[in-house]
T-cell receptor
Framework: GQQVMQIPQYQHVQEGEDFTTYCNSS?????IQWYKQRPGGHPVFLIQLVKSGEVKKQKRLTFQFGEAKKNSSLHITATQTTDVGTYFCAVSGGYNKLIFGAGTRLAVHP | GAVVSQHPSRVICKSGTSVKIECRSLDFQATTMFWYRQFPKKSLMLMAT?????????EQGVEKDKFLINHASLTLSTLTVTSAHPEDSSFYIC??????????????FGDGTRLSIL
């Protein structure tokens, strides 16, 4: 079935530094979604990317979808302590099912 | 909008007990609901897809008789862990989607249920 590799598993940054998490697939993706899960919380939908080469921004967050639609990234500029959590990418598993990446756990130290 | 309520948030019970978890979409009709299991610091593992008015579709390796799913209405799905044992202890989380039949829709998650079997 569909799988997606997400790296790194863990990232520790100082507040103000940038952060990036990457997702890669061996097959072409129809779309990719990104979620954030705060410690002790539930995943919250951030964005969906559909088009080849698409770039979307949400304040300090920049989401990219590769030209070949096989990879995606989430970049956070100037991290803040409120960015702490685990970021998951998710790809279609057929019939609206989602297959989640392993997640990247972000720790931000003030 | 798109609020999903999951109840209870935490359950501690003895081995052999059956536990029922409810997942409700509060402000939209959820044609499809999903049940996940999440181990500490791990990703979400899809257990089953629950469709209103039809049988749930279980992922490979998930026991149907162990994890009973009912989706009686467009706003309610339930997961019953039957005869729970310590190895069933985990974080169970549901999500709901207003799947329109056209590609993936965002999933809206409940707060999860932390199940501890003694």
């Amino acid at each position: 079935g569909q799988q997606v590799m997400q790296i790194p598993q863990y990232q520790h940054v100082q507040e103000g530094e940038d952060f990036t998490t990457y997702c890669n697939s061996s097959t072409t993706l129809s779309n990719i979604q990104w979620y954030k899960q705060r410690p002790g919380g539930h995943p919250v939908f951030l964005i969906q990317l559909v088009k080849s080469g698409e770039v979307k921004k949400q304040k300090r967050l920049t989401f990219q979808f590769g030209e070949a639609k096989k990879n995606s990234s989430l970049h956070i500029t100037a991290t803040q302590t409120t960015d702490v959590g685990t970021y998951f990418c998710a790809v279609s598993g057929g019939y609206n099912k989602l297959i989640f990446g392993a997640g990247t756990r972000l720790a931000v130290h003030p | 909008g798109a609020v999903v309520s999951q109840h209870p948030s935490r359950v501690i019970c003895k081995s052999g007990t059956s536990v029922k978890i409810e997942c409700r979409s509060l402000d939209f009709q959820a044609t499809t609901m999903f049940w996940y299991r999440q181990f500490p610091k791990k990703s979400l593992m899809l257990m089953a897809t629950s469709n209103e008015g039809s049988k749930a579709t279980y992922e490979q390796g998930v026991e149907k008789d162990k994890f009973l799913i009912n989706h009686a209405s467009l706003t309610l799905s339930t997961l019953t862990v039957t005869s729970a044992h310590p190895e069933d202890s985990s974080f169970y989380i549901c999500s709901a989607s207003d799947y329109s039949g056209q590609g993936n829709q965002p999933q809206h998650f409940g707060d999860g249920t932390r199940l501890s079997i003694l």
